[in-house]
């Protein structure tokens, strides 16, 4: 202030305005620099004024500092298509109006669609493969049209060796089991097996008129070369249970190109045991596109079968899992393994981005994985893993060291709150979803939950040491101890009521009641008939009032 009167004193008015309007400029410059980066860049930067120190630091540690822009990175997989498995808890076909276009915005490219039972054959052979509450043709036609409205490439898949549980389990096709007891592997000796198949893959194609590719499976063919037919025809042409694959799978994979007119896909698990010169010989490097599948957060594959597979196959697709690969019976869905497994499977191809084999790379199949065979319970139900779904196809799109932004985008697109990975625990609940089948998500939340509370319950000491077996064999046990554990274990019964409840509200939107049913019976049932018993043994444990001397 001082300044500015001696200013006023010795200079005219004139150059005192001048020295003002200087003084103002200076002052906006200076406060324009600290401001924040206007919205309108677009780019995408850590807001420092909403994170800690400790949590930059620790994305730091992580290498997930999303400093540079994502348009400047060119994804990896041009082609990202989702499995859907409908072996599992098939939705209903009109759930896919929904789904379809939310997998379109999040990224998505296509859908693999592996029908097993739920496909409707027809014919005397195959009148009984479908199951009761199979799709009709006209509702495969209609979700061929959905996907085609949102530009959605479809890709059948079906099983042609292995997992054939869905045809072999029935009388009329016994006879064409591997192994007689195993309903697992078809017998590729066998006079009508390739009729068959052949028949099934035509109804398939019919009902796909505009499908360009099929995938005919060949994963895990757990029994092969067993049968009296097979060990003959190996005997006389001195092959190998591989040569017996490999002709096999190359007739199937001959007869979807030149007779359907489709590219074949197939499983890469049985060729990783092929020696290079057994596979470049067979000529079946120019005959399927490979999908090369690892599931795990570090990929378990060997880099000779890697380096293998590059010299050998024309084409080649990586195959990640969203869901379905941690457990058979599993029903809460880690985002974060996920995650990782994707994250995996970019740091491997970007190994390749500037060598002539990056052109081999044709895409990457999310698989979704409902049943991990025919004769198991269902695994994670397909809402429930959404969260991990767009998290991976967002993650695809951005790159690696995006996690923190395919997780922000993620929760946007599906109308939640707060993160899907970087939460305290994993099983937050997140009341304000809006997306297709979110209801469902939040009866699997409600699932996890009871879940935790039920093992903490028998795990409890009270349970382990005055309710045991014996106690009720010998109706000797403390009243006190028995009165708490039976209140938290009422609490657990209205807990199991509850979800019948919710599930029966929640699950017609995408299920029919078959499959209400069954994740009701398998998933909860067992659990909640468990802490009844228990709770008619307090009642007839409370009901003594005097006990018998030692030994009883």
């Known amino acids: 202030m001082a300044v500015l009167v001696k200013l006023c004193t010795q200079c005219s008015a004139k150059r005192f305005l001048w020295l003002v309007t200087i003084l103002f400029v200076l002052l906006t410059l200076c406060w324009y620099m600290k401001s924040p980066l206007s919205t309108e860049m677009n780019q995408h930067k850590i807001d420092c004024s909403q994170t800690s120190s400790s949590e930059a630091a620790k994305r730091m540690e992580d290498g997930d500092m999303e400093t540079e822009q994502t348009s400047s990175y060119e994804p990896l997989f041009k082609s990202k298509i989702v499995h859907i498995d409908l072996k599992g808890s098939p939705p209903k076909p009109t759930y896919f109006a929904d789904l379809f276009p939310l997998l379109a915005k999040l990224g998505a490219t296509g859908i693999l669609i592996e029908y097993e039972d739920m496909f409707p054959y027809t014919g005397t052979s195959l009148e009984n493969t479908p199951a009761r509450n199979a799709y009709t043709p006209s509702m495969v036609l209609k979700i061929n049209q959905l996907a085609k409205e949102n530009h959605l490439e479809v890709i059948p898949l079906i099983q042609t060796f292995g997992h054939l549980e869905f045809l072999l389990k029935l009388p009329e096709h016994m006879h064409l089991r591997e192994v007689p007891e195993q309903p697992q592997a078809i017998c590729p000796t066998h006079k009508e097996t390739l009729p068959l198949l052949f028949h099934m ?6 009902l796909h008129p505009e499908s360009k590719r099929i995938h005919i499976g060949a994963d895990e063919v757990y029994f092969i070369g067993r049968c009296t037919a097979c060990q003959d025809r190996m005997n006389n042409r001195l092959w190998s249970t591989s040569d017996l694959f490999i002709d096999h799978v190359t007739a199937v994979a001959k007869f979807v190109n030149d007779k359907l007119g489709m590219r074949p896909m197939m499983w890469d698990d049985e060729f990783r045991s092929f020696t290079e010169p057994q596979l470049v010989q067979s000529g079946i490097g120019s005959l399927v596109d490979l999908v090369v599948w690892n599931y795990k957060p570090a990929l378990e594959l060997d880099r000779d079968i890697w380096a293998k597979y590059l010299k050998v196959f024309d084409a080649i697709w990586a195959a990640s899992a969203f869901k379905g690969a941690t457990g058979s ?3 809460i869905t880690s985002v974060r393994y996920h995650v990782e497994n994707h994250r995996a499977w970019l740091r491997l191809i970007e190994e390749y981005r500037d060598t002539p084999y990056l052109r081999k790379f044709k895409g990457i199949m999310l698989t979704g994985w409902s049943r991990y065979d025919h004769f198991a319970v269902t695994c994670e139900l397909l809402p429930a893993a959404f ?28 109308g939640c709150t707060g993160s899907f990975i970087f939460q305290q625990a994993q099983d937050t609940y997140y009341p304000s979803c809006n997306f297709p089948g979110w209801e469902v998500y939040s009866v699997i939340q409600n699932y996890g939950q009871t879940m935790e509370q039920y093992a903490k319950v028998l795990n409890d000491s009270v349970v382990r040491g005055w309710l045991t077996d014996y106690n009720l064999a010998k109706q000797f046990s403390s009243p006190t101890h028995l009165s708490g554990i039976g209140t938290e274990l009422s609490y657990l019964q209205n807990s199991f009521d509850a979800l019948k409840r919710e ?4 699950f017609p939107a995408v299920y029919d009641t078959n499959t209400t049913k069954e994740w009701f019976e398998s998933h909860v049932k067992p659990m909640a008939d468990k802490v009844g018993e228990l709770l008619m043994a307090i009642e007839v444990l409370r009901s003594k009032n005097v006990w018998p001397r030692r030994p009883i």
Request: glycine share 2%.
């Open 503 to 506: 599930s029966e509200i929640a």
């Open 329 to 331: 019976n599993q029903q």
């Open 387 to 414: 969260p991990s779904l767009a998290v991976d196809l967002l993650l695809l799109q951005y790159g690696e060291n995006h996690v923190h932004l395919a997780d922000q985008e993620a929760v946007q697109y599906l």
């Open 201 to 206: 893959l035509q109804q398939v194609a019919k």
